[in-house]
Structures are given as C-alpha cells and as structure tokens.
C-alpha cells in the first residue's frame, strides 16, 4: 500500500499538550488572579478585524504591520452577500496585537462614557509571520491589559507594579524592567530632527530596513536588532534629554511613584517600541535569559491613538505579556509549578461488566451533584485505574469490583492516604458527597493558614 502522506502543524504554530498544559494553566491563572484583585475586567474582541485598522494604530511602517501580517481578501471568499468592492472594507487581518482592537472597542461601545479609569484585560492568540525561532512564533499569545482616561503618572507607576508582582508571583525574580520616555507631540519633532541629521551623516552604514526608517521615523532605528547598525546607534544623542519639561516631569514621577513601591527598573534610553502609538512611558521587560531578542512583555502610553481612531480625545496605558515565552521560561527552568491544579474530585474505578454499567451510571448521578470525576475505561486492572487517579491527583476514588457490583456496595479510598470504607450503594451518593465538602473546607482553610504564616 502506498505510504499516505501525514499533515503537519504549520511552521510556527503549536500544539500545546496537557503536560505543557499545566505551565499555561498555572501562567494564565496567575495573570487573572492578580489582575482581576486589581479591578481590572475581562473583555473578548474579535480575532479577524479589518486590516486598516491594525495599519492605522499600530503603523504601516512597523514590522508588525508592514511585513508580518497575515492579511487577506475576505471579498473573494465563500458565498456570503459581504461582497464589498471597496478594497480597504474587504481587506481583513489577523490581529497581530490586541490594542488596535481593544481601542476600536472602546470607540465603537461608547466606552468614553464609562466612568473613568476604564481598566480591561483581554487574552488569546495573535498571528505574526515573523521568523520562527526559540521563543518568537507564528501563532502567540498575549495576556493583555489597557487602562483608559486617565493620564497621570501614578497610572504607569501602577500599572508597571503590577507587571512586577505578576512576573514575581509567575516564579521569574530574575527579570528587569527596562524603561523610557519618548515625549510627546510637543517635542517628538525636534528628536526626530536630531535624530535624522544626526544618523544621516551615516545613513550609508545603515541597513536597509533603517534607511527607509529614517524617512519615516528615525525613533525607530533605535530600536533595530541588525549587527551592523548597533555601532551607529551606540554613538546617538539619547532622546530622554531632549524631551520637553511636561514630558520630563510626567516620567520623573513615574520613576518616583516606581521607586516608592519597591519596583525596580533600569533606565533605557535606546528603548522605543516597535509599535507607533506610543508616547512618553514606554516600557519592556526581560530576564537574563530572554535578552533584548526576546522580551517577556512590553506596553506603554498611548495618549493620541483613540483620538487618531475617531474617537474623542482619551489617554492610554497598557502591556501585554508574552504567554508564550513565560511558559517557555518557567519550563526551560523546571520552575517548580503548584502540582496539578486538577480539580477531579472523585476518580471511578470499575473491574468487570456489571461493574462498569454500575460506574458509568454513578459517575453521570456524582457529576449532577456537582462533583468532578475522573474514569480510566480502557484500563482493565485496579492497579492501572488507581495510577491514573493519582496522576489527575483525585481525592477520592470509589473502587467497584465484581463483588461490590452483585453486593450494591462501593468501596471509597481516600487518596491521601489509601484508608478506604465499604458503603451501601444508596448511601454512596451522600457519603462521598459530604467527604468531598469536608475535604475542601480542610484545604481552603490550611491555604489561609499558610498565607497568614507568610504575613508573620
Ligand atoms: P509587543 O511588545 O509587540 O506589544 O508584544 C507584547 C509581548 O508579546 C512581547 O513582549 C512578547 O513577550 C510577546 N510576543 C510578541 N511577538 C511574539 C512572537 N512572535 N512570539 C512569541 N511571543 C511574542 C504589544 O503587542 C502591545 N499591544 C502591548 C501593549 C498593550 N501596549 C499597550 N497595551
């Protein structure tokens, strides 16, 4: 027979498999948790938006919007009556970032209205063709926070805080805070005029891509990764001098506010962001291990983007983590994680026909009760079945044999410490249901114990 050709995932997309699974679990849970004590909010936006939306706000010059965007004609697709002949309606794109959207969202949902600040958090996959390597890939994800209306510093301080204790809460101590400001409106002009004449003295040893950042926005040649441009960018007038007085005393006292809160932070003054929309605050985030390549999170100001959108006149703070590459970090480090956070309460363990019949019918009663449970149908022997209940880390398991099954009896074995009791088959529902509750009610009460003896 002819070898059938298999399909394989596409280059730089993944599959995330339950053991990796636990890492994201524990990573996204612990983004959330602290988040949200925050006061921050979920929100959902759309994967697919109209390509001159991400061209708009993030730039059309940028990397992320200028190569790396999977874009494509939606006019050409299906049978739909969506047909639109305007080519900028029909374009659409795969978000590669998630503030373009959450600002078309804010615009578009009457947010400006909201009582201020409005703080959100939104995560989920985004989409860069960029060239996969360790720790950058095709399909991402992000753990994205953005905060509006409201422009005083303390919001940057605070938001950047929070970035510190998720990161310290997440078991990376090691990372750094690099931070900047690249001023406003008011001043932006006179440091891209510096900033040309003085990179246009060089502009033959620059690479390509920065030739054409210099017409565009020679800010951003700062920011370049090329070998050959790094002497030439060494050598530059650092811009944070050059920034108007407003600017000056907005990021003095977010360093202030930082230095108040025990947040430490390294001033970088090449640090510019490879997305357009920013202003003053910019700031990234990276470990030992991670370098300038692969930075964990990123975020900044953005105070004009709303209002370049059409939408009135709002400023702007957020970040987003790299979800990716924290789990990359805290598996290439066997960080110790919180074993499974498996929530399986009770695990069925069967031996034979009627026993089966018996536990698939017990099993689907627990579950209306509220309880979890766990199963392992294929595997014929108890040994293998109690394997498997340790493994999702099951309270309980309820064990019936050929026996039980002629007897209408069930035997529960707590798995902490395999002390097992034969119940009734009618009792079991109750029993099992009140060992579960009391089980809990021990745990959650030894995990307040434990956070209190951390206080002392
Ligand atoms: P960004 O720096 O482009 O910022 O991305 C944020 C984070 O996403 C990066 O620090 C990195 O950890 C992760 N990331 C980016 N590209 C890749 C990739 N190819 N593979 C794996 N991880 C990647 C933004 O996207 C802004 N929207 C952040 C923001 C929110 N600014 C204000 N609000």
């Not at 699974?21 to 909010?41: H, N, R």
């Not at 959650?444 to 003896?453: D, H, N, Q, V």
């Amino acid at each position: 027979m002819p070898k059938i050709q298999t399909i394989n995932r596409l280059k730089g997309f993944r599959d995330i498999l339950p053991e990796d699974w636990y890492y994201w679990q524990f990573a996204i849970s612990t983004m959330e948790e602290l988040t949200l004590s925050a006061g921050f909010e979920r929100m959902e936006i759309p994967t697919l938006e109209k390509a001159d939306l991400y061209m708009r706000s993030v730039g059309e010059e940028t990397d992320i919007v200028g190569k790396e965007m999977y874009i494509f004609d939606a006019s050409k697709m299906g049978g739909g009556k969506d047909k639109k002949k305007d080519k900028s309606e029909s374009l659409v794109a795969l978000r590669p970032e998630f503030t373009a959207g959450m600002v078309r969202a804010f615009i578009e949902n009457g947010m400006q209205t909201w009582p201020k600040p409005i703080t959100l958090y939104t995560l989920g996959r985004c989409y860069r063709h960029e060239n996969p390597q360790s720790g950058r890939y095709r399909e991402l994800s992000q753990f994205n926070v953005e905060t509006f209306g409201e422009a005083d510093p303390a919001i940057d301080a605070n938001v950047i805080a929070l970035v510190w204790d998720i990161f310290r809460k997440l078991k990376i101590p090691d990372i750094e805070i690099h931070i900047n400001s690249i001023g406003c409106n008011e001043c932006r002009p006179k440091i891209k005029k510096l900033l040309t004449d003085h990179f246009k003295k060089k502009q033959t040893k620059l690479c390509e891509d920065c030739k054409k950042r210099l017409k565009k926005n020679p800010l951003r040649i700062l920011d370049c990764k090329n070998e050959k441009c790094q002497p030439i960018i060494a050598g530059t007038p650092v811009a944070v001098d050059y920034i108007c007085e407003d600017c000056k005393k907005h990021f003095m006292s977010v360093l202030e506010y930082l230095d108040e809160a025990g947040v430490p932070y390294n001033l970088s003054p090449n640090l510019v962001r490879g997305l357009d929309y920013y202003n003053r605050t910019v700031f990234e985030v990276t470990t030992e291990e991670s370098k300038r390549q692969n930075s964990l999170a990123g975020g900044g100001r953005y105070d004009y983007l709303i209002e370049s959108m059409g939408g009135e006149s709002t400023p702007a703070f957020g970040f987003g983590i790299g979800i990716d590459r924290v789990v990359d970090y805290l598996q290439n480090n066997s960080v110790k994680i919180p074993k499974s956070n498996s929530k399986v309460n009770i695990f069925m363990i069967q031996l034979g026909d009627e026993a089966k019949k018996v536990a698939i019918k017990r099993t689907r009663e627990l579950r209306e009760l509220g309880l979890s449970t766990g199963m392992a149908i294929g595997k014929d022997t108890i040994k293998a079945q109690l394997k498997a209940a340790d493994k999702v880390n099951a309270l309980f398991s309820i064990m019936i044999g050929q026996r039980e099954a002629v007897t209408n009896t069930a035997i529960i074995r707590d798995m902490r410490d395999g002390v097992q009791e034969t119940v009734e088959l009618e009792d079991l529902n109750k029993r099992i249901y009140t060992m579960v509750e009391e089980r809990i009610k021990e745990e959650e009460e030894y995990g307040k114990r434990s956070k209190l003896k951390n206080l002392k």
